[in-house]
Structures are given as structure tokens and as C-alpha cells.
């Protein structure tokens, strides 16, 4: 397994009125993230929130290039950014034990803190298509470029996990500094990951590592 250290190319926060980050997406141009009973939208670029959303927030945010989702306790939320509207909800399979949550591949991913589990469901109707067991905790999950991340907070220890999305097997890990945690996870699609800092109200930016060409 690849081992380095996580470099952190910017921290925004805290917020106003934001004590803890939960989940964590990007629409493209803005970081959306969960604060407990509302969602806020972050413009990576000043670091400005400009928009939020009152609605329960309290793990994993998605976008899935329309609406966002939203894991509020037991249930996952639907949502018109726009509007703020709730559309429709699921059940979340970790029936209020869920952390992650991402978009890909037409369907939902979630995150299973303490069970070290990664969900694939539908987003409809919220059944498990399947499910990858990875060897740490799980907090935050992402898709990039095919590949599996997740966040992980063990042992008072942060760092960002890639996984093989078949067998669960850690092939690489980015070491956050020690006391950083990591909460929500999104890729930008390109060259970072933005990360949601839990306690500490910050979001983060760290890079993503580049591949060496064959």
C-alpha cells in the first residue's frame, strides 16, 4: 500500500453559526456542506458561504448534477438547491448509523462509519445493490477518475483511503496531520479532494495525488 502525507492546499472556516461539519459535496462551482439543520453553499474561491438550505443535515451530502441528497438521521433527502425543497426521502441503510455519502454510476454510495462499509444503493427506492467492506472506519465517501476514497477517524488518526472498489483492500492512504479529522470527502474531478472537518467547523482542501504516466 501507498503511504504519504496529506497535503493541505487550504482551509476555509470556521463559519458563522457552524460548529460542526458533516457532510460534504461540489456542484462544480459551489462546496456544499451539512451543519446539523441546514446545508451551506461555500465559494471555494473567496471561501464565502452564499447560500443555505434549513433542512435536517446531519452526515453525508451528495450532488448528482441536478439535486442534492441529504442524510438526515435514518432517512436520505432529495433536494432542489434551488428552491431548498425537499422532493422525495429513502431510507439510509444504515438506519442513522450512516456517515458518507457520493453520487456515481447513476446510483448512491454510502458510508458505514463503525461497520467499515461502503452502501451502493438505489436512489429511488434506497435497496442495497451491493456493499464493500473496507478495514477502517469510514467517514466521508468519493468517486474519481474510477477509483474508491473514503475518509477515515481511528485512533484520534485522519486520513483519506483509496480502496480497491471490489475487494475493499486499502491500496493507498493520504496521512492528515495529527488531531485533523476528516468528515465529508468530494472530489473536485480534477486535481483535489475537499474535506469536511468535523469538530473543528473547517472545510479542507488537499490534493489529490498525481499519476505517474506508463
Keep these: 500500500m501507498i503511504t504519504s502525507k496529506a497535503e493541505i492546499i487550504r482551509e476555509y472556516g470556521p463559519f458563522p453559526g457552524v460548529d460542526h461539519v458533516h457532510g460534504l459535496t461540489y456542484d462544480g462551482k459551489l462546496v456544499w456542506f451539512a451543519s446539523g439543520e441546514r446545508i451551506n453553499a461555500m465559494d471555494p474561491a473567496s471561501g464565502d458561504t452564499v447560500q443555505s438550505i434549513e433542512v435536517p443535515a446531519h452526515a453525508g451530502t451528495a450532488f448528482d448534477g441536478q439535486h442534492l441528497f441529504q442524510i438526515a438521521e435514518d432517512r436520505i433527502q432529495k433536494i432542489d438547491p434551488k428552491s431548498g425543497r425537499v422532493l422525495a426521502t429513502i431510507p439510509s441503510p444504515g438506519g442513522g448509523a450512516d456517515s458518507g455519502l457520493a453520487w456515481a454510476e447513476g446510483t448512491l454510495w ?66 492528515l496531520p495529527p488531531g485533523v479529522s476528516v468528515s465529508g470527502l468530494e472530489s473536485d474531478g480534477r486535481d483535489q479532494f475537499f474535506c469536511g472537518g468535523g469538530t473543528s467547523g473547517k472545510v479542507r482542501a488537499v490534493r489529490k495525488p498525481k499519476r505517474n504516466a506508463r
Design 110 to 175: 454510502v458510508g458505514q462509519y463503525r461497520e467499515r462499509k461502503i452502501h451502493q444503493i438505489d436512489p429511488k427506492t434506497g435497496a442495497i445493490l451491493r456493499t464493500i467492506q473496507s478495514n477502517r472506519f469510514v467517514t466521508g465517501v468519493t468517486w474519481i477518475d474510477g477509483e474508491l476514497w473514503h475518509g477515515t477517524w481511528e485512533d484520534d488518526e485522519g486520513d483519506l483511503t483509496r480502496i480497491d472498489p471490489k475487494t475493499g483492500e486499502a491500496l493507498e492512504r493520504l496521512a
